[in-house]
């Protein structure tokens, strides 16, 4: 393909057929960029972050670390014998 552009390019110079090449290639370059991408971003689905998981006991809510005020510290075990309603925090590795 690109032999075929650069034989039916109607320059004899090797700098003209090279300017007129680079030309080319940003006109695609632009056409992509500003007419087909954004005509098909909708169908993409770039945007669909979504996780699943077939547990049902699953906890679903994750606290990141920026959500966590400044001055907090990891909840530390419960003193022997005492007891706990809240389940152990997981920290991601």
Do not use: C
């Not at 809510?61 to 014998?81: K, L, M």
Request: aromatic share 10%; net charge negative; glycine share 6%.
């Amino acid at each position: 393909m690109y032999s075929w552009i650069w034989r039916h390019i109607p320059f004899r110079q090797w700098q003209l057929k090279a300017l007129v090449s680079a030309a080319l290639i940003a006109g695609v370059g632009a056409l992509l960029w500003y007419e087909v991408f954004p005509a098909v971003e909708p169908i993409l689905p770039f945007d669909d972050v979504q996780v699943e998981t077939n547990d049902p006991g699953a906890d679903t809510s994750v606290e990141s670390p920026a959500a966590r005020p400044s001055g907090s510290t990891i909840p530390r075990s419960p003193a022997p014998g005492a007891t706990s309603t809240t389940p152990p925090m997981v920290l991601p590795s």
